[in-house]
């Protein structure tokens, strides 16, 4: 057998698995590798191979033999029944006192149960939510383990070579037991649904209030994006209204279609705050307007019978316009103010409710 030389191991190397285990593999760790398609670990093996210390396995004892103890591996799959049935298989190979991290998207309250029903067995069980998507899994995601305090004795030296960095601090730190983490990954994702539609809002009025073009309002968020409001989305907005169909060379925000999509976490959020009396009404009206906004045919029977709403444009130049614009900006910023402040009282809250105090 060979000897184990790999301190972390990760399964499930799609996008955001391939991503992460060449990030942990560039900071000096020596990587575990499995997939249960081995095509997919010997595709990262010739693609980025050569970045950092691998280890590819092509069965799950092949993977436990190749970690040192205690060993730790990060499933990388999908939720609900492949995260279920991946833990079952570890817990075939892995040993009392061996760490499990689930980094998927799991439902925090699936994640209590999981953590129960493993620590029972005699192993470690860390759910830990990945922000950051594809990008931030490879060059620094903000990570949020929950687990107990000797799981992360072992893990959170790792997490931090590979979390995010602000001001030289790592974007990372033990949240709390069992569903800790992942409960604020959960509502880390309803704050930005929240900001993403406070966003929206700022731009519809410009855009139909004012009667600005895109490019214009483009302008005016790259403007804003150098003050206070300065982040990620406000920037990559900018960046979308600049943006121009290749096709017609119309702004592309003019042609795209106007439904967006959820994967849950709003609406969780929403939920549990409902379950914990936590006022998180920004995030609900946040959830409620993606599911209308995939309402496209009741949205345009609504706009054929009249029922479109206000559609007149305000007639303003020079400094009463830019007065205006900035009465919106000061409007956003409160707006998400409001947002954060809304989603930490529900982390507070949770942890009250479910003991992670």
Request: with cysteine; glycine share 12%; proline share 3%.
């Amino acid at each position: 057998m060979a000897e184990a030389t790999a301190n972390i191991g990760v399964i499930g190397l799609a996008t955001m698995g391939s991503n992460l285990a060449r990030n942990l593999a560039h900071h000096g760790n020596t990587v575990a590798l499995f997939n249960r398609h081995y095509s997919r670990t010997e595709k990262l093996m010739n693609e980025h191979g050569t970045e950092g210390n691998f280890v590819p396995a092509e069965t799950l004892e092949e993977f436990a033999a190749s970690l040192k103890r205690p060993r730790t591996a990060i499933i990388m799959v999908k939720a609900g029944a492949p995260t279920d049935a991946t833990i079952a298989q570890l817990e075939e190979v892995f040993e009392p006192g061996d760490i499990i991290v689930d980094g998927g998207n799991s439902f925090f309250k699936d994640t209590i149960k999981r953590e129960k029903e493993v620590r029972a067995k005699g192993f470690h069980f860390v759910g830990c939510g990945v922000s950051g998507g594809e990008e931030g899994a490879l060059n620094g995601p903000s990570l949020m383990p929950g687990g107990t305090a000797e799981s992360w004795k072992t893990l959170g030296p790792i997490l931090q070579s590979i979390a995010a960095k602000v001001n030289g601090e790592p974007c990372v730190t033990h949240i709390g037991t069992d569903g800790a983490g992942h409960f604020v990954k959960m509502v880390h994702n309803g704050i930005e649904y929240a900001d993403m539609q406070v966003i929206g809002e700022a731009y519809d009025i410009l855009r139909r209030g004012l009667g600005m073009d895109a490019e214009e309002i483009g302008d005016v968020f790259a403007e804003w994006n150098k003050g206070d409001l300065d982040s990620y989305l406000i920037e990559i907005t900018a960046e979308i209204l600049h943006h121009k169909d290749a096709e017609t060379g119309k702004p592309f925000v003019d042609v795209v279609v106007d439904h967006a999509g959820m994967k849950g976490t709003g609406t969780w959020t929403v939920q549990t705050g409902l379950e914990c009396g936590s006022p998180v009404a920004a995030i609900g009206e946040a959830v409620f307007a993606r599911a209308l906004s995939s309402h496209g045919e009741l949205r345009e029977d609504a706009q054929k019978e009249g029922l479109a709403g206000p559609n007149k444009t305000i007639d303003l130049a020079g400094e009463d316009k830019a007065a205006f614009v900035e009465d919106v900006r000061k409007a956003l910023f409160a707006s998400k103010v409001v947002a954060y402040a809304q989603g930490l009282n529900e982390i507070q809250d949770g942890a009250m409710e479910y003991g992670w105090v």
